[in-house]
């Protein structure tokens, strides 16, 4: 159910001061824990409408006009003489902490008005963990929270005449008996449990109509619910339902009585009001509010406690009556109280018969005095007209010196004005300047921060920079030196190919059975010629992927071996120049359109920008390429009918070139070519022979 409380307390942080205030979280706080969604709206904000299930509004100082077709319930919990019948019939529900109260309303309105008493909240105020020995040796002082409000209230006067001593928290004492005896004026309610359990006896007192109409104080409560012995006024309604767990007094002797049984006697009286607490406490709590609250709201009656009486007489008798029966029991109390008083009368007679002698001595006395003064003051009277003449002559001196100091101080006063605007000048200026240079001073600093700032992010993004630089010239570098490595290996085995063909070409020139067989080998290729079938059986296999040529030392290379291919063509007899011319003519082909890459400006296949630190070739491979040129270069003096070349130990000296580019391929591109070369050179020796 969704509930909204309207708290008579205001809305700004004076609310702190309201009992009400603590009266309605309390409230709010049992409510959600049995399942209820609950708003609190002060007074200030009651004009401002809340959608709810319920509106429970706590009747205090504040009068609440409810909404049309709003479904609201009155608790009244104080101040019932502020409340009239035509405000209780605007409410579906009625409620009151008073059983005499709830009883009148009901017979003055025709209507079911139930009795929900006051409560407490048990987990602020709750007894202490000690034995009750224990807390009899600790507790000490009578604490009294009130607040005078312009008034003399039963305790604080009890406490003045009977010259108790009392622990009072509140405000507005400051012009009674007993404003030495205020301790604070004003205490935490999440303090005043601690208070409470520290306290020898609770001391409480009811306004007048709250005492009239029934109704019991909830700082009894709060005090039971710490085991606490409390002293109240004397009320119907608070001996029928505390007993004789709250001692009553209806004056200043009866106090003092009170006060004294619960100091000699207080393990009794902590007894008491545990054993209380303990039985009935249950019944006093915001929880049990809670639950008869949202009963009351669904239409569950709750159980024997609203049942109006017969008349408004009736009701009235029942608290005239309670009152009769305690008087009875006051009756021989008060039998005796009046033969001390008579003994007291007597006593308080006598004393009266020596003041009004000793009065008529003192009135004796004084007209004496009387005499006597008259005398004096003629003599006073003579000396005071001497002394007014003399006091006349000093009078004209000193006007006169005092004139001539007036003139004298206006002068000075004159240059000081002069000598301070000046010095106001002055600091004003200065002011200006000092002004001026704190401004100065702001900007530089702040120019100083803002440079240093720029000084760290550049130092920050510098570090960032050079780091990725070296992570990517150490990335090049690797990859540089693996692919060195790779180069270096395909070149190995390209030149021990190379040179495993070098020996068998010259084994095969030196063999006898090649020249045997060279006449057989020349019949057997003219007759493939005649038959229309190819004379040479070995073709240059097409490369695996194009090879870019780039830079000077490509053309160099390019034109160097298209130039002996062509020379080797011509010097070649008449007889196979045919055969073999489409061979030549598509290696020349293939040599003029394509070329070994040589590094210009870029690593090739490290895709990273050129750095002018990291090398283009490393020596070891200038030197494998260049042998492999002076190969070529053999085999090519060989082809042109040099073949004693091939003889000779010495070794000629190839040119440097730096070539770059796919040692694999190329190793293939040389097994084919040499290939081609012996080809050409059976064709050339059947010639010859």
Same mark, same amino acid.
Request: with cysteine.
């Given at each position: 159910?969704?509930?909204?409380?309207?708290?008579?307390?205001?809305?700004?942080?004076? =609310?702190?001061?309201?009992?009400?205030?603590?009266?309605?979280?309390?409230?709010?706080?049992?409510?959600?824990?049995?399942?209820?969604?609950?708003?609190?709206?002060?007074?200030?904000? +009651?004009?401002?409408?809340?959608?709810? %299930?319920?509106?429970?509004?706590?009747?205090?100082?504040?009068?609440?006009?409810?909404?049309?077709? $709003?479904?609201?319930?009155? +608790?009244?919990?104080?101040?019932?003489?502020?409340?009239?019948?035509?405000?209780?019939?605007?409410?579906?529900?009625?409620?009151? !902490?008073?059983?005499?109260?709830?009883?009148?309303?009901?017979?003055?309105?025709?209507?079911?008005?139930?009795?929900?008493?006051?409560?407490?909240?048990?987990?602020?105020?709750? #007894?202490?963990?000690?034995?009750?020995?224990?807390? #009899? &040796?600790?507790?000490?002082?009578?604490?009294?929270?009130?607040?005078?409000?312009?008034?003399?209230?039963?305790?604080?006067?009890?406490?003045?005449?009977?010259?108790?001593?009392?622990?009072?928290?509140?405000?507005? +004492?400051?012009?009674?008996?007993?404003?030495?005896?205020?301790?604070?004026?004003?205490?935490?309610?999440?303090?005043?449990?601690?208070?409470?359990?520290?306290?020898?006896?609770?001391?409480?007192?009811?306004?007048?109509?709250?005492?009239?109409? /029934?109704?019991?104080?909830?700082?009894?409560?709060?005090?039971?619910?710490?085991?606490?012995?409390?002293?109240?006024?004397?009320?119907?309604?608070?001996?029928?339902?505390? /007993? %004789?767990?709250?001692?009553?007094?209806?004056?200043?002797?009866?106090?003092?009585? !009170?006060?004294?049984?619960?100091?000699?006697?207080?393990?009794?009286?902590?007894?008491?009001?545990?054993?209380?607490?303990?039985?009935?406490?249950?019944?006093?709590?915001?929880?049990?509010?809670?639950?008869?609250?949202?009963?009351?709201?669904?239409?569950?009656?709750?159980? *024997?406690?609203?049942?109006?009486?017969?008349?408004?007489?009736?009701?009235?008798?029942?608290?005239?009556?309670?009152?009769? !029966?305690?008087?009875?029991?006051?009756?021989?109390?008060?039998?005796?109280?009046?033969?001390?008083?008579?003994?007291?009368?007597?006593?308080?007679?006598?004393?009266?018969?020596? $003041?009004?002698?000793?009065?008529?001595?003192?009135?004796?006395?004084?007209?004496?005095?009387?005499?006597?003064?008259?005398?004096?003051?003629?003599?006073?009277?003579?000396?005071?007209?001497?002394?007014?003449?003399?006091?006349?002559?000093?009078?004209?001196?000193?006007?006169?010196?005092?004139?001539?100091?007036?003139?004298?101080?206006?002068?000075?006063?004159?240059?000081?004005?002069?000598?301070?605007?000046?010095?106001?000048?002055?600091?004003?200026?200065?002011?200006?300047?000092?002004?001026?240079?704190?401004?100065?001073?702001?900007?530089?600093?702040?120019?100083?921060?803002?440079?240093?700032?720029?000084?760290?992010?550049? =130092? &920050?993004?510098?570090?960032?920079?050079?780091?990725?630089?070296?992570?990517?010239?150490?990335?090049?570098?690797?990859?540089?030196?693996?692919?060195?490595?790779?180069?270096? =290996?395909?070149?190995?085995?390209?030149?021990?190919?190379?040179?495993?063909?070098?020996?068998?070409?010259?084994?095969?020139?030196?063999?006898?059975?090649?020249?045997?067989?060279?006449?057989?080998?020349?019949?057997?290729?003219?007759?493939?010629?005649?038959?229309?079938?190819?004379?040479?059986?070995?073709?240059?296999?097409?490369?695996?992927?194009?090879?870019?040529?780039?830079?000077?030392?490509?053309?160099?290379?390019?034109?160097?071996?298209?130039?002996?291919?062509?020379?080797? *063509?011509?010097?070649?007899?008449?007889?196979?120049?045919?055969?073999?011319?489409?061979?030549?003519?598509?290696?020349? &082909?293939?040599?003029?359109?394509?070329?070994?890459?040589?590094?210009?400006?870029?690593?090739?296949?490290? /895709?990273?920008?050129?750095?002018?630190?990291?090398?283009?070739?490393?020596?070891?491979?200038?030197?494998?390429?260049?042998?492999?040129?002076?190969?070529?270069?053999?085999?090519?003096?060989?082809?042109?009918?040099?073949?004693?070349?091939?003889?000779?130990?010495?070794?000629?000296?190839?040119?440097?070139?730096?070539?770059?580019?796919?040692?694999?391929? +190329?190793?293939?591109?040389?097994?084919?070519?040499?290939?081609?070369?012996?080809?050409?050179?059976?064709?050339?020796?059947?010639?010859?022979?």
């Amino acid at each position: 159910m969704k509930i909204v409380i309207k708290n008579p307390a205001p809305a700004d942080e004076t =609310q702190l001061r309201w009992g009400d205030y603590h009266f309605g979280l309390a409230l709010q706080a049992a409510f959600e824990r049995t399942g209820h969604v609950v708003t609190q709206q002060f007074h200030d904000d +009651w004009p401002t409408p809340k959608p709810a %299930d319920l509106c429970v509004v706590l009747r205090g100082l504040k009068r609440y006009q409810p909404a049309p077709g $709003e479904t609201a319930l009155l +608790w009244i919990i104080s101040h019932p003489q502020l409340v009239s019948r035509e405000e209780c019939r605007q409410f579906q529900f009625i409620a009151s !902490a008073s059983k005499l109260h709830a009883r009148m309303l009901a017979q003055e309105l025709g209507v079911t008005v139930e009795y929900l008493p006051q409560c407490t909240d048990p987990e602020r105020f709750h #007894a202490p963990a000690v034995p009750i020995d224990e807390q #009899a &040796r600790q507790r000490s002082g009578l604490v009294y929270v009130a607040n005078s409000r312009g008034v003399i209230r039963d305790i604080a006067q009890w406490a003045e005449q009977s010259s108790t001593a009392i622990d009072i928290i509140g405000r507005g +004492w400051e012009h009674s008996g007993v404003a030495d005896q205020v301790r604070y004026e004003y205490i935490d309610n999440a303090r005043l449990g601690d208070c409470y359990r520290s306290a020898a006896a609770v001391l409480n007192d009811h306004w007048l109509d709250m005492k009239l109409y /029934g109704y019991v104080s909830n700082r009894v409560l709060d005090a039971l619910a710490c085991h606490a012995p409390v002293i109240s006024d004397e009320s119907p309604a608070l001996r029928e339902i505390f /007993g %004789d767990a709250v001692l009553c007094a209806g004056n200043a002797e009866e106090f003092r009585h !009170a006060v004294a049984q619960c100091r000699q006697r207080l393990p009794e009286r902590l007894e008491s009001a545990a054993a209380f607490w303990q039985a009935h406490g249950d019944q006093f709590t915001f929880e049990q509010r809670a639950n008869d609250l949202a009963a009351l709201a669904g239409g569950r009656l709750l159980s *024997g406690r609203s049942a109006p009486p017969a008349s408004g007489i009736a009701a009235l008798g029942d608290w005239v009556g309670t009152g009769v !029966a305690y008087g009875e029991q006051r009756e021989a109390y008060y039998q005796q109280s009046l033969a001390r008083h008579r003994k007291r009368i007597h006593r308080l007679q006598d004393s009266l018969d020596w $003041e009004r002698s000793k009065r008529k001595s003192l009135q004796e006395e004084r007209d004496a005095l009387t005499v006597r003064l008259a005398e004096q003051e003629a003599q006073y009277r003579s000396r005071i007209g001497a002394l007014e003449e003399r006091l006349s002559g000093q009078e004209s001196q000193y006007r006169s010196r005092i004139g001539a100091l007036e003139e004298r101080l206006s002068g000075q006063a004159a240059q000081h004005k002069k000598s301070v605007a000046a010095l106001e000048s002055r600091l004003a200026e200065r002011s200006k300047r000092i002004g001026q240079l704190k401004g100065k001073v702001t900007w530089e600093e702040g120019t100083r921060r803002r440079l240093q700032q720029e000084l760290e992010t550049a =130092q &920050r993004d510098l570090d960032a920079a050079g780091s990725i630089r070296l992570s990517q010239l150490e990335s090049r570098l690797g990859a540089e030196r693996r692919r060195g490595d790779e180069q270096r =290996q395909q070149l190995r085995l390209a030149m021990g190919h190379i040179e495993r063909l070098e020996r068998d070409i010259l084994d095969l020139v030196h063999s006898r059975s090649w020249r045997l067989t060279t006449p057989l080998r020349l019949v057997g290729r003219q007759w493939r010629r005649l038959a229309g079938r190819s004379a040479a059986p070995y073709r240059l296999r097409p490369r695996p992927e194009p090879l870019p040529a780039s830079g000077e030392d490509s053309v160099s290379v390019r034109n160097h071996r298209v130039g002996w291919l062509r020379r080797l *063509g011509r010097r070649l007899p008449a007889g196979i120049k045919q055969p073999i011319k489409w061979t030549l003519a598509r290696l020349g &082909r293939d040599l003029s359109t394509t070329g070994p890459k040589v590094a210009a400006g870029s690593q090739p296949g490290s /895709g990273l920008p050129d750095d002018p630190r990291m090398p283009t070739m490393r020596d070891d491979e200038v030197a494998y390429r260049t042998r492999a040129l002076a190969q070529l270069e053999r085999l090519e003096r060989y082809c042109q009918g040099q073949p004693n070349a091939l003889m000779r130990s010495g070794r000629a000296e190839p040119e440097s070139l730096q070539l770059d580019g796919q040692p694999g391929y +190329w190793q293939l591109q040389w097994v084919q070519l040499t290939e081609e070369l012996l080809f050409l050179m059976r064709s050339k020796d059947g010639k010859r022979s």
